[in-house]
């Protein structure tokens, strides 16, 4: 006779006590055919069908005993052995679901409470199982509910996060669970595919599958995956799906790096070897099996299994083309044509023949006739991209310039709206120094396609290149309204704001020593409001209002590079003389401090403390030098500016800074010194070498050419190791 159950809360974990149970432990509903029920009859309890009974009895026992560790160890065994018993599953949970209420309320340990109430939820949820009655149902029902509570009472929010940490312990089932309840709040393709993963790495692949596709379905740059389609494909491979697995094979084959083509191909090559071996008379099964032999290089492999699959169905097009590329990728062009000839004597019309046809002609150099070949494509099939690539790389083969020319510019005016045909003929203007030429066309090119990526990157070069950077920006920020999270195009804005920074700054110092102080701090603020916070384009900015008699503005000018850099001791340094220039000595003794407290071996600052007076500027640059020397680049910077607000046209505290800031990798800084020394002193011929190697460095290989240049012609010696590396560099650039 069954035994009663009824169901109580206690703590907020719904519970069950059966009467047989003298622990009063929390329980679950048990299957109906439970131990009691097999343990009834005498012969069930002495004859096993198989190995999976004499695990199920044993976990029963256990399970009756309340030892719910070893119950489950024998359940879950006997389910491995065989996953179809509904009987062996739906006791596995309750099994876990008694032991993670015991967890819960005699130990309470929610954390692997709430791992059992996972896993009984797992084996009735996402073990490929589909619930077939209501007490299977009610189960899961108090497993969900249980674990629910227990994430509650440790107060954990993200359900995500808890999926996270499962995994990285290695709970790859109870990680699961979680992925999917966070799937409840967001269609997120990473989760999707981290429960694919899983499902791979528990050896359950089948399961992946839906995973998989959900996460390619959800990710909206899926084509740059490669990678995930090579799951998928290998997720479908071990559920049967042979058909689809191949498509998905292909795809990542053909979006994924070389490193990865091989084992693709690998992948691919057994699909269609099995399939042979089943169907030996599969023509199809043949011609694929050669296309994959034929992308490893294997051409006579692949030669021959297009033969056999041409011997079985001789009049499939597919093959003959297949041919037709394995006789071209042979050198073989004679017998390639061939094959494309006799595909067109019966399908005039066929668009892959004729598009072969010319790629052959092309590798053979009989370009007008490859040309005529892509033309025919295109007529009937105008956005071919294939056979519109392959038109104008063979016009650029053409051994004579002017024929490129007017060929491309006939393309262009021929078909206005085309921006293939309008991008090609600009860049090939572009390339023999035809930028107003190229710059038209480069515009036909966007009004046609406004997300031409290429386009709006050479107009802002065009631009660039004719000193206007403003204009190429604001062609590009045009661009970005379209395409805000393109690249390319926000690199290329950063590129050139940069270089607007570094010339803007050149032309802000050179205003500041000049004396134009009201010019150069617009240009200072200019440069902030396009460049990253600089500490130290704030102490410029400061310095050039204190000459101004601009006082307060400098103070906070220096107050600002503080913010942004708190070691910075210059700027405590020229904060602290500020504030003595309004005598307001306190603040100054105290900024004296700060500045002091960062660089305590800094003399100037200890005699400032003392004396609240700038030192005198005989021996200043020398110790500048030996600063510099001994690596106190700070310190160092700190003495040649003093140097520099005494005397603002001597060179060679200008050459001194800039080796600084070189040491410091602040390379516009220093190319702005260096060209400040060759200004006020042109034979210091060492500057123009070090401007040309810091233009180098930032890669704008034009300034650095001319400035290589410029040292080898003013150096003295012609045979000095430098001369000669500048030579070498003038000739690479």
Do not use: C
């Not at 005529?372 to 104008?392: H, I, T, W, Y």
């Amino acid at each position: 006779m069954r035994k009663k159950n009824f169901i109580v809360k206690a703590s907020g974990i719904i519970i069950l006590f059966s009467t047989f149970n003298s622990m009063g432990l929390a329980a679950s509903l048990p299957y109906p055919e439970s131990f009691e029920d097999i343990t009834n009859n005498e012969a069930n309890y002495t004859q096993y069908l198989d190995e999976s009974d004499v695990y199920y009895k044993r976990g029963m026992e256990y399970y009756r005993a309340n030892e719910f560790s070893k119950a489950i160890d024998s359940l879950k065994r006997a389910l491995e052995l065989a996953p179809e018993r509904s009987t062996t599953r739906i006791n596995l949970a309750v099994a876990y679901i008694n032991r993670g209420s015991y967890f819960f309320n005699q130990k309470s340990s929610l954390d692997q409470a709430a791992n059992d109430y996972r896993n009984a939820i797992y084996y009735l949820k996402y073990d490929g199982y589909k619930l077939a009655s209501k007490l299977e149902e009610e189960n899961l029902y108090i497993a969900e509910t249980n674990l629910n509570s227990a994430i509650d009472t440790a107060k954990t929010s993200s359900r995500l996060k808890i999926a996270k940490v499962l995994r990285g312990q290695g709970k790859f089932t109870e990680a699961i669970v979680e992925y999917n309840e966070a799937l409840k709040k967001e269609n997120n393709p990473e989760i999707y595919e981290s429960v694919g993963d899983i499902y791979v790495a528990i050896q359950k692949g089948k399961l992946a599958v839906d995973y998989y596709k959900k996460a390619l379905l959800n990710n909206p740059n899926a084509q740059n995956r490669p990678e995930l389609h090579l799951k998928y494909a290998r997720a479908l491979q071990d559920s049967g799906n042979n058909e689809a697995a191949v498509k998905e094979f292909n795809v990542a084959l053909n979006t994924s790096k070389d490193s990865q083509k091989n084992e693709i191909l690998r992948d691919l090559e057994y699909i269609w070897i099995e399939k042979i071996k089943a169907q030996p008379r599969d023509a199809s099964a043949h011609m694929n099996l050669g296309v994959v032999l034929q992308k490893k290089g294997d051409l006579e492999g692949a030669l021959r299994e297009y033969r056999i699959s041409e011997s079985i169905n001789p009049n499939d097009v597919t093959t003959r083309l297949n041919l037709g590329t394995l006789f071209q990728a042979k050198k073989q062009y004679v017998t390639a044509l061939r094959a494309y000839d006799t595909i067109l004597q019966v399908l005039p019309d066929n668009v892959l023949a004729h598009y072969y046809k010319g790629t052959a002609l092309k590798e053979m150099g009989r370009l007008d006739e490859a040309i005529n070949e892509f033309q025919l494509v295109l007529r009937k099939d105008s956005g071919n991209s294939m056979a519109k690539n392959a038109l104008f790389e063979t016009v650029m083969l053409f051994p004579n310039k002017n024929d490129i020319l007017s060929t491309l510019s006939m393309f262009a005016n021929n078909n206005p709206n085309d921006p293939v045909a309008q991008y090609k003929f600009a860049y090939y203007l572009h390339s023999v120094n035809r930028p107003d030429e190229a710059l038209d066309y480069y515009q036909r090119t966007i009004k046609i396609d406004p997300k031409h990526t290429d386009a709006y990157l050479n107009i802002a070069t065009i631009y660039k290149e004719k000193n206007q950077p403003d204009l190429g920006v604001a062609v590009l920020r045009d661009a970005k309204k379209i395409m805000p999270d393109n690249k390319k195009i926000n690199d290329m804005i950063s590129i050139i704001d940069s270089e607007a920074a570094t010339v803007r700054y050149q032309k802000a110092l050179e205003m500041h020593t000049n004396g134009k102080y009201t010019e150069a701090i617009e240009e200072y603020k200019k440069i902030i409001e396009i460049s990253e916070p600089d500490s130290d384009l704030y102490v410029n900015l400061g310095a050039a209002y204190q000459a101004s008699d601009k006082n307060q503005e400098a103070i906070e000018a220096y107050q600002k590079a503080v913010q942004i850099n708190a070691k910075n001791s210059t700027a405590y340094h020229y904060l602290g003389a500020a504030y003595a220039q309004q005598e307001n000595y306190e603040k100054a003794l105290k900024a004296y401090k700060q500045a002091l407290a960062l660089d305590p071996n800094n003399e100037d600052i200890k005699k400032a403390i003392a004396s609240l007076n700038q030192l005198t500027s005989n021996n200043l640059l020398e110790k500048g030098i030996l600063e510099y020397n001994q690596g106190k680049y700070k310190e160092a910077l700190l003495t040649i500016n003093t140097v520099l607000i005494k005397d603002s046209t001597n060179a060679e505290a200008y050459y001194q800074r800039g080796m600084v800031y070189d040491a410091m990798k602040k390379y516009p800084l220093a190319i702005s010194d260096y060209a400040l020394t060759v200004k006020y002193n042109p034979e210091l011929v060492m500057a123009y070498y070090l401007l040309a190697v810091d233009y180098d460095t930032l890669k704008n290989y034009p300034e650095a050419k001319k400035w290589y240049r410029k040292y080898i012609e003013k150096s003295p010696d012609q045979q000095d190791e430098y001369v000669k590396y500048a030579r070498e560099r003038v000739s690479q650039l």
